[in-house]
């Protein structure tokens, strides 16, 4: 049981370059999250998922597209980066949004913008 | 909105001192409240949970929270911190954003504990 993986680890782009990030569970849950994280804004919501064929806007949508064709799968894509999106990066996946909202992460991955 | 506010950013303490870091949160219903824990260089991970029952909760590595309804407070204690306790610290709440039943993990900003050896 892998719980959550996310590929690749680590990135450099350069502006207006694009790229897929991946995100996949092995626990069958329902929800899943993309966050990135900056020193001291804490975690912010991307996009999130409540199921297959599901997307959502997050707190921070502007810039990132994803698409979730299969459950166990949840990708993040950024057609034209720029440095602004400099940041590592966090998926995450529950059972459900309601009540037992426990958040399982993956390790992350680091993007640069150049 | 809801929000969640963690009062201490940085805090640097000596091994074998007693921890707190404050959690307030501005929802006054039903919540579910979390510790998340962030080791440098890995990942989130779950410290502690409070659904119901008992407002002290037990968590892993001799973490404990209280949770005080009348305060909107959820806060992290541990009596005797470790080198190995330097980490990030996440406060989250579990609270509608919406009418409805729609609910969402709403974060605080983290709090740095460093502590030195």
């Known amino acids: 049981n892998a719980g959550v993986t996310q590929t690749p680890k680590f990135r450099v782009l350069k502006t207006g370059q694009s790229m897929t990030l991946l995100c996949a569970q092995d626990m069958n849950h329902e929800y899943m999250y993309w966050y990135r994280q900056d020193p001291g804004m804490g975690l912010r919501l991307i996009h999130y998922?409540?199921?297959?064929?599901?997307?959502a806007k997050g707190e921070v949508p502007d810039g990132y597209n994803v698409s979730r064709l299969k459950k166990q799968n949840f990708l993040l894509g950024l057609e034209s980066a720029a440095p602004s999106q400099t940041s590592v990066y966090f998926c995450?996946?529950?059972?459900?949004?309601?009540?037992?909202?426990?958040?399982?992460f993956g390790p992350g991955t680091r993007l640069t913008v150049l | 909105a809801q929000s969640v506010s963690q009062h201490n950013h940085h805090v640097i303490l000596s091994e074998a001192a007693s921890l707190e870091l404050g959690c307030n949160y501005s929802?006054?219903?039903?919540?579910?409240l979390f510790w998340y824990v962030q080791y440098p260089g890995q990942h989130l991970q779950l410290l502690l949970k409070y659904f119901s029952g008992d407002p002290l909760v037990k968590g892993i590595k001799g973490f404990e929270a209280e949770f005080i309804k009348s305060k909107f407070s959820f806060n992290l204690r541990k009596p005797s911190v470790q080198w190995s306790d330097t980490a990030e610290y996440f406060c989250?709440?579990?609270?509608?954003?919406?009418?409805?039943?729609?609910?969402?993990?709403?974060w605080g900003l983290g709090t740095s504990l460093a502590v030195n050896p």
């Open positions: 929802y006054g219903g039903t919540v579910n």
């Open positions: 995450a996946s529950s059972t459900d949004g309601g009540s037992y909202n426990e958040q399982f």
């Open positions: 998922s409540v199921g297959e064929g599901t997307t």
């Open positions: 989250a709440v579990n609270a509608p954003v919406a009418a409805g039943n729609n609910r969402k993990l709403i």
